[in-house]
Structure formats: structure tokens, C-alpha cells
């Protein structure tokens, strides 16, 4: 019989939530699953005899749970990255629009899981390189972001698609969304909703000064150079929640990813009803 090991991933839990997880624990346990914990997610079991996972070890998990929100999912993700092990989010967070509250149907997923009865989402990710700044951890599965940083004045953004000029944003900043991230901080801004199979990436500027600039919708296959003018000497680039320093005149280059996110959903997965129960989409006191 194959090893069913698999990894857990979130922080330091209590109260309440401390007994979920321990029950989630058990019921894995029964299972056959040999389970290892994120370090931090460790720090909940200190008198306990649990072991923690490395990078090395995500490659040969069955799958990982991610035990937290939204950006608990997103941390997740950073972790695997290339390896691609599949994702089952459980929600313990606010909004968790990327994860499921399965505690009262979780042993019921676990079966569906060995029986290869749920729907594996392959979720798109963008990737962002610097010519002059090596960036670990490079992809996002929610958006790229470029703000503005040591000045409150706009900085100036000029942006290539596949090497022709677009346009030059006047603005506090600009996001490269995927689909997945459309719901998240380009929506906030003016995006649009993307479903998570459509194949496109969204450029939604922060703030613009250009009356006319809106979000715009490309192709994922197309390559973005954005070159960064500041009044400040540095700008921050965020991939998600991590964001890192860097100066101007240095060549941005976004693309499609070259590996995906896969999501573990149950078989009746359905996105418009997600989009109905967390974001209240067509919500009207009139229905």
C-alpha cells in the first residue's frame, strides 16, 4: 500500500479552532494519512509529537491542506510553487473565497479524494522577472502589483505588450491580475470578474490620473514590459501578500506562469454560487 503522506499548512491556531483541527487530525489519522505541519502550524502542538515538512517534502505529498483564509491559500501556493501538489483549502478565516468550510462533510471529501471523485482546478499563475534583481519566489496566484512608495506624488508607468507601447499610467500603482485575482484587489479598483478557466490577464491601474485609462483584458500568452518612472528613488513590486523594494529604471517583465496552482473542489463545485455566497454577487433586497 502507498504512503499517503500529506503536508498541512497555516499558522499557530487556538481556541475553538485548536479543537477543529484537531478533529480534522484524527480523522486523517484514521484514514491512513501520515500528516506533517507547516512550522508555524507546528508551534500549535508544542508538547506534541508532530513532525514538520521542508520544500523537499512537497513534491511527494498526496495533496496539502491549507488551514486558514485566503491568504493562508496564497502562502500555500508560494510554498509549492513548480511542484504543483494539489491544494485543498479549509477555511478558518473571514471571507475564504479560495477554501471551503468541509468540517461537517470533511471524512466525506477524504473518501471522494481516494476515490478521485472531485474536480482538480488548475488555476493560472503570472510570473514576474527583473533583468537587474534576482526576485525568489517570483509568481503570484492573485496579481502583481507596482506601487508607488517613497513619495506621495504619482508615479509614472509606461507599458509594452508583446513590445508595442500601450500606454503610459499616471497613477498610484498598476496590477497584472490573473482570473483568480480578479475577485481580489484589481475588483477593488475597477476590475472586472474573470471565471478561473478564462485564459487572460487583466491590467487594472490604482488611482489613475488619466481619466480615460480603465482595466483592460489581454491574451495570458502575451508578454508585459512595464518601465517605472518615480519621483522616489525606489517602488515596491507585491506578488500577492510578499512584497519586495525595487528602483526605478529597471525593466519589469510579467508573463504567464509556467506551472499552475491545482485547487482541490468538491465534485459539486460551482463558481457563480461562490460568487453569490461570498461576495453577495446580484444580492438585490428586492429578490
Given at each position: 500500500?502507498?504512503?499517503?503522506?500529506?503536508?498541512?499548512?497555516?499558522?499557530?491556531?487556538?481556541?475553538?479552532?485548536?479543537?477543529?483541527?484537531?478533529?480534522?487530525?484524527?480523522?486523517?489519522?484514521?484514514?491512513?494519512?501520515?500528516?506533517?505541519?507547516?512550522?508555524?502550524?507546528?508551534?500549535?502542538?508544542?508538547?506534541?509529537?508532530?513532525?514538520?515538512?521542508?520544500?523537499?517534502?512537497?513534491?511527494?505529498?498526496?495533496?496539502?491542506?491549507?488551514?486558514?483564509?485566503?491568504?493562508?491559500?496564497?502562502?500555500?501556493?508560494?510554498?509549492?510553487?513548480?511542484?504543483?501538489?494539489?491544494?485543498?483549502?479549509?477555511?478558518?478565516?473571514?471571507?475564504?473565497?479560495?477554501?471551503?468550510?468541509?468540517?461537517?462533510?470533511?471524512?466525506?471529501?477524504?473518501?471522494?479524494?481516494?476515490?478521485?471523485?472531485?474536480?482538480?482546478?488548475?488555476?493560472?499563475?503570472?510570473?514576474?522577472?527583473?533583468?537587474?534583481?534576482?526576485?525568489?519566489?517570483?509568481?503570484?496566484?492573485?496579481?502583481?502589483?507596482?506601487?508607488?512608495?517613497?513619495?506621495?506624488?504619482?508615479?509614472?508607468?509606461?507599458?509594452?505588450?508583446?513590445?508595442?507601447?500601450?500606454?503610459?499610467?499616471?497613477?498610484?500603482?498598476?496590477?497584472?491580475?490573473?482570473?483568480?485575482?480578479?475577485?481580489?484587489?484589481?475588483?477593488?479598483?475597477?476590475?472586472?470578474i474573470l471565471t478561473p478557466d478564462?485564459?487572460?490577464?487583466?491590467?487594472?491601474?490604482?488611482?489613475?490620473?488619466?481619466?480615460?485609462?480603465?482595466s483592460l483584458i489581454i491574451s495570458?500568452?502575451?508578454?508585459?514590459?512595464?518601465?517605472?518612472?518615480?519621483?522616489?528613488?525606489?517602488?515596491?513590486?507585491?506578488?500577492?501578500?510578499?512584497?519586495?523594494?525595487?528602483?526605478?529604471?529597471?525593466?519589469?517583465?510579467?508573463?504567464?506562469?509556467?506551472?499552475?496552482?491545482?485547487?482541490?473542489?468538491?465534485?459539486?463545485?460551482?463558481?457563480?454560487?461562490?460568487?453569490?455566497?461570498?461576495?453577495?454577487?446580484?444580492?438585490?433586497?428586492?429578490?
Amino acid at each position: 500500500m502507498k504512503t499517503k503522506k500529506i503536508g498541512i499548512n497555516g499558522i499557530k491556531i487556538k481556541g475553538e479552532n485548536r479543537k477543529r483541527l484537531k478533529s480534522l487530525i484524527q480523522c486523517l489519522e484514521r484514514k491512513g494519512y501520515i500528516i506533517y505541519f507547516s512550522d508555524k502550524l507546528l508551534q500549535t502542538f508544542k508538547n506534541e509529537n508532530y513532525k514538520s515538512y521542508t520544500s523537499e517534502n512537497l513534491s511527494n505529498f498526496l495533496f496539502i491542506i491549507s488551514l486558514g483564509g485566503d491568504g493562508t491559500l496564497l502562502n500555500t501556493v508560494s510554498q509549492i510553487g513548480k511542484y504543483e501538489t494539489k491544494i485543498l483549502g479549509i477555511n478558518i478565516g473571514k471571507l475564504g473565497f479560495l477554501s471551503y468550510d468541509v468540517y461537517t462533510f470533511f471524512e466525506k471529501m477524504l473518501d471522494d479524494i481516494d476515490e478521485k471523485k472531485f474536480t482538480l482546478e488548475e488555476r493560472s499563475l503570472v510570473t514576474i522577472d527583473v533583468k537587474e534583481k534576482k526576485i525568489e519566489k517570483n509568481f503570484a496566484l492573485n496579481e502583481i502589483s507596482v506601487v508607488k512608495k517613497d513619495s506621495s506624488s504619482m508615479i509614472r508607468i509606461h507599458c509594452y505588450i508583446n513590445e508595442k507601447f500601450l500606454c503610459t499610467y499616471w497613477s498610484d500603482g498598476l496590477i497584472i491580475s490573473t482570473p483568480t485575482g480578479s475577485t481580489g484587489y484589481s475588483l477593488s479598483c475597477g476590475g472586472p470578474i474573470l471565471t478561473p478557466d478564462t485564459k487572460n490577464l487583466i491590467i487594472t491601474p490604482i488611482s489613475p490620473h488619466n481619466l480615460g485609462l480603465r482595466s483592460l483584458i489581454i491574451s495570458d500568452d502575451s508578454k508585459i514590459k512595464l518601465k517605472v518612472e518615480s519621483e522616489g528613488n525606489n517602488y515596491l513590486v507585491s506578488l500577492d501578500s510578499r512584497s519586495k523594494t525595487l528602483k526605478k529604471d529597471q525593466d519589469l517583465l510579467i508573463s504567464k506562469s509556467k506551472f499552475n496552482a491545482n485547487l482541490i473542489h468538491p465534485d459539486n463545485f460551482d463558481f457563480f454560487e461562490t460568487l453569490r455566497k461570498k461576495l453577495n454577487w446580484g444580492y438585490d433586497l428586492r429578490n
